[in-house]
């Protein structure tokens, strides 16, 4: 049976965080511990919410860094910086993010952001280099 939501989402998650990036959160097939989940994801945060009309995918994306920052996802956060290479997401934007994530969410929150995107940002301009 076809779910359009999960073809949305494959799409969509692909284009944003990356062909091998979703390729390894399938790893193992779909018998494999976590497949469920990564199916649900898949169809929902990425095919029902993330392929929605209306805001284009660098504000969504900016949307979603200031929201795994201010939780203090930093595992999602890193994935995510990385991945704002695909939706023009920009150095500039993403210090403006973490002003916003530092009044309304707390400094702490954003010091930790700003550290790894720093990090992230120094990675992709090494392997530019």
Do not use: C
């Amino acid at each position: 049976m076809s779910d359009p939501n999960f073809e949305k989402g494959l799409e969509k998650r692909r284009q944003v965080m990356g062909a091998e990036f979703v390729e390894r959160a399938f790893a193992g097939g779909p018998d494999a511990f976590g497949a469920d989940f990564q199916h649900f994801m898949t169809s929902y945060a990425w095919g029902a919410v993330w392929g929605r009309e209306g805001l284009p995918d660098r504000e969504r994306h900016m949307l979603t860094l200031a929201i795994l920052a201010a939780l203090g996802r930093e595992r999602e956060l890193e994935g995510h910086l990385r991945a704002t290479v695909n939706t023009g997401v920009t150095p500039q934007d993403l210090s403006d993010v973490f002003h916003q994530v530092a009044i309304y969410a707390g400094v702490p929150a954003a010091v930790s952001a700003v550290g790894i995107a720093k990090r992230v940002l120094a990675e992709r301009e090494g392997q530019r280099g």
